[in-house]
């Protein structure tokens, strides 16, 4: 079967020399924030890659281009409806967002560290997970879909008010046994193909995927605003595709399994910087 798998990825993968590595290229968002795409790689996993990269890095200049101004990244219309909802009571207790958290930008230096453990609730909690506990329990208001247009939004705001800094979430203490899962989930061969994440994302980054190029797929820029579906994508929808392209049973978005994947996929990303929401094919 290993072989098979070989063979198949083989055939998948087109290493061509000028594609194989990513642009060398530099982001700043806005004339102002400075975004660090590339960086040492984390000590955790400096036995694997040296350097670890944004995913901008392997897209085409246009769609790189679209990151450098608020004005031209279609993600952004997402963070203005999210500041919105951000200000507008709801549920039992008549309260929003902002009367408890006052202004968004108060959120500054969250999303860096999410995935991340809750003393309180004994549990490793991404950001979704957070604003659900909040619009439940402290709002009295009706959870929002795990992966649906009000909550990417949400995510969205409170990703661009990090913009520039670095990711940098915890691996160790009572994180780390779900942190072990979701690096056990990484290197595990799943599916008919039997392709692990790493046999595309660490083994083969820098190569041509059918008419894609490969990147290390990392979730700094989460979530992201895709050409191809024209909307915004959180993680746990991005690992979803890309276990079904494996042809494996997938788990849920929110699932605890894909908590502990991201956690895990998270990591992998720390010292890069937070540049959701990010423009992607
Ligand atoms: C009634 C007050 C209240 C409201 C309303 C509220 N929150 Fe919270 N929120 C809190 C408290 C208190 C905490 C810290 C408690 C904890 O860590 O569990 C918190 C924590 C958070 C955190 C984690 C911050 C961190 O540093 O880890 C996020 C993110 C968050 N809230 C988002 C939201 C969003 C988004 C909304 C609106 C949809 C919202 N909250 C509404 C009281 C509120
Ligand atoms: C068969 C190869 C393949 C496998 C296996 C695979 N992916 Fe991907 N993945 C892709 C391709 C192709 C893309 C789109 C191009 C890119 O950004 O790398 C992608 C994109 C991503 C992205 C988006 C990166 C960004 O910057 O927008 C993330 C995150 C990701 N994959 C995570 C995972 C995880 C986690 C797993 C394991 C559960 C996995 N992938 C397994 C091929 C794969």
Redesign the pocket.
Known sequence: MKKMTGAFLAALVTTTYAIAEPVDDTLVVNEDIAIVTRTAAPAHMADAVDEVMSGWLFRGSETRDMQRDDFDNPGMIFVEKAEE??NTA?GS?G???A???NGSDS?A??RP??P?W?E??GEVRT?EM??N???ET??G?EPWKYTGGDMAN?TAL?ASVSRGLPVNVAIDGPAQSTWEQGREMYYARTGQLELSCANCHEDNYGNMIRADHLSQGQINGFPTYRLKNTKLNSVHARFKGCVRDTRAETYKPGSADFVALELYVASRGNGLSVEGPSVRN
Request: a positive charge; one cysteine or more; charged letters at 25%.
């Open positions: 909802a951000w709801e207790e309260k929003s967002c009367s408890c958290h959120m230096g969250v560290v999410y991340k809750n309180a609730a950001l957070q604003i506990d909040c619009r402290r709002m208001a949400m409170l």
